[in-house]
């Protein structure tokens, strides 16, 4: 995605959650859609990353049609709303080493 595609999506979507916010309630939008991050947009299809598998299930399962519907207004063209759950870099294991550090013989042991 270009950057001119994604500064109008990140606008349609900034658009689309002012619109929603008297829809829905403000804990739905706090704790679940402004989590959202666009992704891609391509043709008539935009992405959406959820920060992990609840929120993307939550959102996919109540949300996704109005969703699409008020991106598809801002964006003036009809749309499919896609979700995927982002990676993260706390689902890779980890190979750094994990160093113990132990009182000097000249320090009195605190424990």
Do not use: C
């Amino acid at each position: 995605m270009d950057h001119e595609d994604l500064v109008v999506l990140k606008t349609a979507w900034e658009s689309s959650l002012r619109d929603l916010k008297g829809q829905v309630p403000e804990t739905v939008l706090t704790r679940f859609l402004k989590k959202l991050e666009p992704s891609e947009y391509r043709d008539e299809r935009v992405v959406f990353a959820a920060p992990g598998r609840f929120v993307h299930d939550w959102v996919k399962d109540r949300y996704v049609d109005r969703l699409q519907t008020s991106l598809s207004e801002k964006l003036q063209k009809s749309i499919k709303f896609e979700l995927k759950i982002a990676s993260s870099e706390r689902q890779a294991p980890s190979n750094h080493a994990v160093a113990a550090v132990t009182p000097r013989a000249s320090e009195p042991s605190r424990f």
